[in-house]
């Protein structure tokens, strides 16, 4: 059990030193490294990144807390005891990997969106941000459709 403890502080560390999560899980009792992102305006979310670290064979959920804290979205990773250090720092990479790659997705969407807006409405930049968050709106509802904010979470498997 020490072993598998040691392994969560040094993948702590290593989230810790990318800069771009914020640790949630405290360093004793079950070895658990639970995360969120700090910058929430990136365009993505931890649901994504889950979802895209499948992808690489990590099965790392995202979810939100409980009722008084549902607006707290985390990724979560159990250390088991066949979790190396090796393993550790691959997850690591395969997270700055996914985060890359969606930064770059979403950095392509903005340009085809501000082209159509453009386009639609000319110059007029109130018209094109109201519009913009018309279409971000859209598309978060539409990646969040599988994880509505109203779930009530006192019924369930758990």
């Known amino acids: 059990m020490e072993n598998c403890r040691a392994n969560a502080r040094y993948l702590t ?7 771009r999560f914020k640790i949630l899980s405290k360093d004793v009792g079950v070895p ?3 995360f969120s ?4 305006s990136l365009g993505h979310d931890e649901y994504e990144i889950s979802d895209h670290l499948r992808k690489f064979g990590w099965v790392v959920p995202a979810y939100t807390m409980a009722p008084d804290a549902q607006n707290v979205l985390l990724l979560r990773v159990v250390v088991r005891e066949d979790f190396s250090r090796t393993l550790a720092e691959r ?11 969606l930064e770059a997705v979403h950095a392509q969407i903005n340009t085809v969106v501000k082209e159509i807006l453009i386009t639609e409405n000319g110059n007029d930049e109130v018209g094109a941000k109201e519009n913009s968050k018309k279409i971000h709106d859209k598309r978060r509802r539409g990646r969040h459709a599988r994880h509505p904010d109203s779930v009530d979470k006192t019924k369930g498997i758990c």
């Open 37 to 40: 992102l700090k910058d929430k």
């Open 13 to 19: 560390e290593i989230l810790e030193k990318t800069g």
């Open 91 to 101: 997850l690591a990479q395969n997270i700055e990997q996914v985060l890359q790659e």
């Open 32 to 34: 658990v490294v639970a």
